[in-house]
């Protein structure tokens, strides 16, 4: 929308066209969804606590929980609201990759919402059907996987690109792709689902990821630098910075109220959009590899639940204190904080060695 105005004022100024560069106008898309985001917060969490939306925690989870009971849930609204006005205030609104994130943003926090009404309705921890979920996620997926096949503009968007290795990559097709993109978008947005479970635990995750995606759209959609180390030229991709600017002020705003102890939830209509946000980012600048190693933490919950039920199911014995992953070094003694911050750590460092792939290829 800024952009717009921004050609107006060009042809009284050249001046103001400094702020049409991707760099200028990704600063202040992550200061507005951050300023937008603070703002918010406690007029939210209020408004939260009026309405009895309130997170029901389960009964069978560690004892340490049972206090969290009463705290607003649903938090993730405030994350997509700043996100999506400053999107709109400093996106490029002509661009195809921005509004395909826009309609991720909406399918899957509808979907989130969804879950987390029919949670505070029943007053349990458990919202729609697993199958109804994973039925809905199955078709945005679906519905966001073919629009992303019908941005494409040449062969090269179609591969499997192959981090740390140059000039290897493997050829998908459309119908490979919209395979591709349909596991990556349903297993991430779940995987941030689970992870979900400790206060700060998924969004700084979410944050660190944004950043290395950011730099890795940057690289990509401007040719010179793609020349130079050898990554892919995608023309457009470069919004993309701009859009992983806005989610990680987002973020950064909800992290002020979300920090231990938390003062509200991001709920499932933030967590399911977040992990679905990430992997249609990752799937448009082709590095759903590196966005599953990014996400260690996220891959390492999600096995930890596989391994728990097909284990319990097998055995009738548990293989961890407590699935996810989380609550078994909870039950094992460590503090919430203690976890929550060697998460991070975890996550940096997968983020730092992804980051290095752009010069070792």
Known sequence: MFLEVLNFLTQ????????????IRAIFAMLASLIISLTLGHYFISKLHHYQIKQVIRKDGPETHLSKSGTPTMGGLMILLSFLASLLIWGDLHSNYLWIVVLTTIIFG??????????????????ISARQKLVYQSLGSIIIATLIVATIQNPLQTELMIPFLKDVSFSLGAIGLIILSYFVIVGSSNAVNLTDGLDGLAIMPVILI?????????????????????????????????????????????????????????????????????AVIAILIRQEILLFLMGGVFVAETLSVIIQVSYFKRTKERFFLMAPLHHHFEKKGLSEPKIIVRFWMVTLILVLISLASIKIR
């Open 12 to 23: 009284i100024d050249s001046g103001f066209n400094v702020f049409s560069y991707l760099t």
């Open 110 to 127: 509808a979907i989130g919402l969804l879950d987390d009404f029919q949670k505070i309705k029943k007053q349990s921890h458990h919202g």
């Open 210 to 278: 944004s950043g290395a995606l950011a730099l890795f759209a940057y690289v990509g959609g401007n040719f010179n630098f793609s020349n130079y180390l050898n990554m892919p030229f995608m023309p457009g991709t470069g919004e993309l910075f701009v859009v992983c600017a806005a989610l990680i002020g987002a973020g950064f705003g909800f992290l002020w109220f979300n920090t231990y102890p938390a003062e509200i939830f991001m709920g499932d209509v933030g967590s399911l959009s977040l992990g679905a946000i990430l």
